[in-house]
C-alpha cells in the first residue's frame, strides 16, 4: 500500500490523490468487486437500465467509485432524467472524471471514467439541465453512495475519508 504524501501535481483542486493505484493494490480492489462490477468497471460494460439500485437515492451524500473511493457525485446534482440510470448535471471535481471517445456499438459517445483508477462509470451527454447542460448518466454499480455524515471510503489508505 502506498503512504507516501502525494505529489502536488497528482492533487485535483478539492485536495484528494489522483495517483493510479500500483499493481498491488489494483489487483486488491479488482478482487473485492462482484462479478457485475467487474462488468461494468473493467469491461465497459452497462447496467440494466432502470435496475440499478442508486436510481432512487435521494439522501444527502456523496457518489463515490465503487473500484477506489474517489468522490465523484454530489446528491444536490443528482436529477430524474427518465433514462433509467442515476443522472448528475456535474462531477464534485472537474478532474475526478476523465472523458473518454467511444465509438463503440456504431455510435460515438463521450464515456466517463474514474480519473484515479481509470474504471468504467459510464457516459456524458449534452442534454441535461443548467446550468452545465451535461447530463452523467451512471451506473449504479459503479458507485457507492456515502451519506452525509459518514466517512468515505478510502481503500487505498490516501486519507481521502472525507466530504
Same mark, same amino acid.
Given at each position: 500500500? /502506498?503512504? $507516501?504524501a502525494? =505529489?502536488? @501535481?497528482?492533487?485535483?483542486p ?8 500500483? =499493481?498491488? %493494490? +489494483?489487483?486488491? $480492489? ?6 457485475e462490477? +467487474? ?7 452497462? %447496467? @440494466?437500465? *432502470? ?8 439522501r444527502?451524500?456523496i ?9 465523484? *457525485?454530489?446528491q444536490? /446534482?443528482? *436529477? ?12 464534485v ?8 471517445? =467511444? ?5 460515438? +459517445?463521450?464515456?466517463t +471514467?474514474?480519473?484515479?483508477?481509470d ?14 447542460? $451535461? ?8 458507485? /457507492?453512495?456515502?451519506? %452525509?455524515?459518514? @466517512?468515505?471510503?478510502?481503500? $487505498? ?7
Amino acid at each position: 500500500m /502506498t503512504n $507516501l504524501a502525494p =505529489d502536488a @501535481a497528482n492533487l485535483s483542486p478539492s485536495g484528494y490523490d489522483l495517483t493510479p493505484p500500483d =499493481d498491488a %493494490e +489494483r489487483a486488491r $480492489l479488482e478482487a473485492d468487486l462482484n462479478e457485475e462490477e +467487474r462488468r461494468v468497471l473493467l469491461a465497459h460494460g452497462t %447496467e @440494466a437500465p *432502470f435496475c440499478g439500485t442508486l436510481l432512487g437515492e435521494k439522501r444527502v451524500g456523496i457518489f463515490c467509485c465503487r473500484e477506489c473511493g474517489l468522490p465523484l *457525485f454530489r446528491q444536490g /446534482t443528482k *436529477f430524474e432524467s427518465g433514462t433509467g440510470w442515476p443522472s448528475f448535471s456535474e462531477p464534485v471535481d472537474e478532474a475526478h472524471v476523465k472523458a473518454i471517445t =467511444d465509438r463503440s456499438y456504431g455510435m460515438v +459517445r463521450t464515456e466517463t +471514467r474514474c480519473a484515479r483508477c481509470d474504471s468504467h462509470q459510464g457516459h456524458v451527454f449534452p442534454d441535461g439541465p443548467p446550468p452545465s447542460g $451535461l447530463r452523467y448518466c451512471i451506473n449504479s454499480v459503479a458507485l /457507492t453512495f456515502v451519506a %452525509e455524515g459518514e @466517512a468515505l471510503p478510502d481503500p $487505498l489508505g490516501r486519507g481521502d475519508g472525507r466530504a
